[in-house]
């Protein structure tokens, strides 16, 4: 079986690079013990790196300006490492919890990312998306769209 996610970066990151390295997300700068708790979920999940996605059909409630970049990806659902619950996640990360939910099957929850084993293929990239945020709004605008 195969699902569809999407995952934002900046311009520059190779969506098809084999390791992420955590202190070099934009969040390791301004989120305190950002790297050291990435690293330690990896651990738990005996793995070295993962592509962070959401559903394609959760589109995200804004944009972040340092990630205009949007890639729709479809794999087989065995690429899938984790399922987290993004709002436990970011309580976590921000100290207002001592842990967060998350599961190796497949789990939905209000809203969920979803790990998945890198590198990302060239046949897993469907489209490429970019986006640029509106004159004087905190709204973006579809830009460019490349269809794979």
């Known amino acids: 079986m195969t699902v569809q996610v999407t995952t934002r970066h900046s311009e520059d990151f190779d969506i098809h690079t ?9 969040y390791a700068g301004t989120v305190p013990d950002y790297v050291a708790k990435v690293k330690a979920f990896y651990s738990d ?6 592509m962070w996605t959401v559903p394609a059909a959760e589109r995200p409630a804004y944009l972040e300006p340092c990630k205009p970049v949007e890639y729709l990806l479809e ?6 490492v984790a399922y987290v619950n993004s709002h436990t996640w970011s309580d976590y990360l921000f100290d207002k919890r001592n842990n967060f ?13 979803i790990l998945i084993h890198t590198p990302i293929r060239q046949t897993e990239v469907k489209e490429f998306r970019r986006y640029r945020q ?9 830009v460019k769209k490349i269809r794979f």
């Open 18 to 26: 084999e390791t992420i390295d955590p202190a070099m997300s934009s």
């Open 45 to 50: 999940l005996k793995i070295r790196s993962a």
């Open 101 to 113: 939910d998350y599961s190796t099957t497949p789990t939905q929850y209000e809203m969920t990312s």
């Open 75 to 80: 794999l087989d659902e065995n690429r899938i």
């Open 134 to 142: 509106m004159k004087d709004s905190l709204k973006y605008e579809l």
